[in-house]
């Protein structure tokens, strides 16, 4: 593991996840209560054995940075890293990253360095947990030029996804982008027996989708970028290896969620505090890692709380209920307070006594007798009492406002937003 060389994605706009963007970088983007989307594949990787690892930045990446400086540290007898190669005017381009391929390309000279055999590329928004020594295993069993990690979807979901055609020792011979019809989706097909000899019960799954995750040796992941002007991996760069390559595919049969979008994001976080989750973060050998923080317990001052996840440094006032709800650090929430299916980010900092006195700018955190339902409110709110914020209209969109807007049919509200005592939204 030590001849491979991580690349991750992390510096796209990510204008379906806004307004949860509006003030940082996708990966930065908080989950499960305590955790950053960054931390999945970061995770993934130490977990792995994979300790040099780059993360590729550019848009609303400071938040970014910070917590990467002040997560992933190393003692100086070990040569592993984490560091940051923001999008940045040298000699020879100054350009902003043109895409995913871009990016690589304008740092390929970290990437063509002796003792670097193999270039694995992750993007920073998703939520998985794989051990990425069997996916080297495949590639070079295989002798491939780049192995892709694959996961086995329905028939319902690979219209949404990229959709690999195989051969029958696993190479990949075609690929399709989002198949709508039928007579696509049957090009593409695999066969559930084929999966059944490779270990995998197909369930009704007979579409192999991309996952995006890449492993290159090292000289094709070079030649490749240096003699095109692809910009992105997945629409060009990917299918035009398939024309020129040995690529193969890495079967993946765990959980995987891109989190591309307000509705998975909401989902996916709602999954991990479920009875069931299909994500585990409890996991002895393969645990999430974040930055640590000294907070103290959360206190819960005869409050109900069902089915959640609750972070550290919380306090919950009496009588409040909390159910099938995820509640982040710090936060702070009143008395009698209902939360229900809701996403709470909770907050950066605890406020001094009496540091919020404006005139109608309530404390920070919820207020008493405050009801939310089907909503994320991002960090550092300032929520007042006898709030209700329930989508009164059943709205799938809506514009924004001073207050949040409703995407996906969930109640967003952006980081800092002040709401009054008593508003409905």
């Known amino acids: 593991m030590h001849e491979v060389l991580t690349l991750v994605l992390g510096g796209g706009r990510g204008t379906r996840l806004y307004p949860l963007t509006k003030y940082r970088s996708k990966p930065a983007v908080p989950v499960a209560g305590k955790y950053r989307l960054i931390d999945i594949p970061l995770s993934n990787c130490l977990n792995s054995g994979l300790n040099r690892i780059y993360v590729l930045t550019q848009f609303n990446s400071v ?15 070990c040569d592993g890293f984490v560091e940051i190669l923001a999008a940045q005017q040298t000699l020879t381009t100054e350009r902003w990253y043109q895409g995913t391929a871009d990016a690589v390309r304008q740092n390929l000279r970290h990437v063509d360095q002796p003792g670097v055999r193999y270039v694995l590329i992750l993007s920073g928004d998703q939520l998985y947990r794989m051990d990425f020594r069997y996916m080297l295993e495949t590639h070079r069993r295989t002798g491939a030029d780049v192995t892709i990690g694959a996961v086995p979807v329905a028939r319902e ?28 989706l049957d090009h593409v ?15 009704g799954r007979e579409f192999l989708a991309s996952m995006g995750i ?31 390559m040995r690529v193969y595919v890495h079967l993946f049969d765990g959980y995987w ?30 645990p999430i890692f974040t930055r640590a923080r000294f907070l103290p317990p959360s206190r819960l001052e005869g409050a109900t709380i069902r089915g959640s996840l609750v972070a550290d440094g ?37 406020e001094p006594p009496n540091a919020c006195d404006l005139p109608g700018v309530p404390p920070l955190g919820i207020g008493d007798e405050t009801i939310i339902d089907g909503a994320i409110v991002d960090k550092n ?11 009164k209209d059943g709205l799938q969109e809506s514009e924004e406002t001073p207050y949040g807007m409703i995407r996906d049919g969930i109640v967003v509200i952006p980081k800092g937003t002040v709401i009054p005592d008593g508003f409905i939204f």
């Open 189 to 203: 097909r695999s066969d559930p027996d084929w999966l059944r000899a490779r270990g995998i019960d197909p369930q």
């Open 63 to 77: 938040s970014l940075h910070r917590h990467i400086r002040r997560t992933y540290v190393f003692d100086p007898f």
């Open 214 to 244: 890449y492993l290159f040796t090292r000289e094709r992941l070079c030649d490749c970028l240096e003699k095109t002007a692809y910009q992105d991996f997945g629409k060009e760069v990917f299918p035009a290896a398939i024309r020129s």
């Open 257 to 286: 969620e891109d989190i591309g979008t307000i509705g998975s994001f909401y989902r996916a976080n709602l999954g991990l505090a479920s009875q069931q989750p299909p994500f585990s973060l409890f996991s002895a050998d393969s």
């Open 157 to 184: 979901a690979a219209s949404g996804l990229g959709i690999m055609r195989l051969d029958e020792n696993g190479r990949v011979v075609g690929f399709l982008e989002k198949p709508k019809t039928d007579e696509e």
């Open 314 to 350: 919380c306090q919950i006032g009496a009588g409040s209920i909390v159910e099938n709800s995820v509640i982040g650090l710090r936060s702070l929430i009143g008395r009698n307070v209902t939360i229900r299916n809701s996403i709470i980010m909770g907050n950066d900092f605890y």
């Open 381 to 391: 709110c300032h929520i007042g009492r006898g709030v209700r914020i329930v989508n």
